[in-house]
């Protein structure tokens, strides 16, 4: 596990201003106490590396001071820009999930650009939201913690789960999501399972990955009009919240041209903490659903966690 360093904790009284050092932080569930940026928000805690600092002092030949950039931690031993929203740090019983990386830069209008010049908190800093309070102090050390996403694949099929045919449209989901997933540099793992068409085997495993805050839920088949064809009926009820406007786009864009994508049922929405899409059973469907899908899932994650992507 990846350890860092805290090289010095900061305070400011007002927002905008650089921030001075001190013995100690104390952190709430609003963040820093006596803080100008404590507060029911997303952006409780920032934290700066001495890695991103020392390429500004390169740059602008004159040394920063800690706490020059207003962040309330700054760190060494990790280029803090490469973390990603809902990653964790910890120390002891502390933890700190990161909501943002970087943030608006207020250019002249903004005390810490004035006085220093230039600013590296709206491309390198990050901010966290605290889980778990605590006092942090200069030469701790805290730990990072990756996200890892966990994702489940459902195929639902008498014949495939019978052994009568392969089940192709699982695994293209697969390899649909590796490559996403892979692209955006997020760690995941991802779990497959091939059920015959029975409603309440469906049903048990989907409450078992609502119980688990299993991430993601993407099932292939079941999704028509057909006599078997069940699976959007067994979701819809375990539904928190309905997303549409997915489905309802896809169908619209693809219905144009053939009339028989009009017929799918497929739905997405909200279970819990577990964003769940039910797909048609064929390879081809799957192609186009989820080409439709990754263009907004990493914000509908963030959504779901109560972080603001925009």
């Known amino acids: 596990m990846l350890q860092i360093k805290i090289t010095s904790v900061n305070i400011s009284e007002q927002k905008g201003t650089i921030k001075k050092p001190v013995d100690q932080i104390e952190l709430t569930h609003n963040g820093v106490r006596d803080d100008a940026h404590a507060g029911h928000w997303n952006r409780q805690v920032s934290l700066l590396g001495t890695e991103s600092i020392a390429k500004f002092e390169a740059e602008a030949n004159r040394q920063v001071m800690p706490g020059e950039f207003a962040e309330n931690l700054t760190t060494t031993g990790m280029d803090l820009w490469t973390a990603h929203p809902l990653d964790r740090f910890t ?161 619209m864009k693809y219905g144009a041209d053939k009339p028989a994508a009009l017929l799918s049922r497929s739905i997405a929405g909200v279970m819990g903490k577990s964003l769940l899409f039910t797909l048609p059973g064929s390879v081809k469907a799957v192609n186009e659903y989820m080409a439709e899908i990754t263009r907004s899932l990493v914000h509908m994650i963030y959504m779901l966690h109560g972080l603001d992507s925009h």
């Open 91 to 251: 120390s002891g019983d502390i933890e700190l999930e990161v909501t943002q990386i970087g943030k608006e830069c207020h250019g002249t209008s903004c005390a810490i650009f004035k006085e220093v010049g230039n600013c590296v908190m709206p491309k390198e800093g990050i901010f966290c939201r605290v889980l778990s309070p605590g006092i942090l102090k200069a030469a701790m050390e805290l730990e990072y913690h990756p996200k890892m996403y966990r994702i489940l694949v459902i195929t639902l099929s008498d014949r495939a789960s019978a052994g009568e045919y392969e089940d192709r449209s699982g695994p293209r989901i697969r390899e649909l999501l590796k490559d996403f997933f892979g692209s955006q540099n997020l760690n995941h793992f991802i779990h497959s399972a091939l059920l015959p068409d029975d409603p309440q085997k469906l049903e048990a495993l989907l409450l078992q990955a609502k119980e688990e805050l299993v991430d993601l839920v993407i099932t292939t088949g079941g999704t028509g009009i057909g006599p078997r064809d069940f699976t959007t009926d067994v979701v819809r009820a375990l539904l928190d919240k309905e997303i549409p406007g997915i489905m309802e786009s896809i169908r």
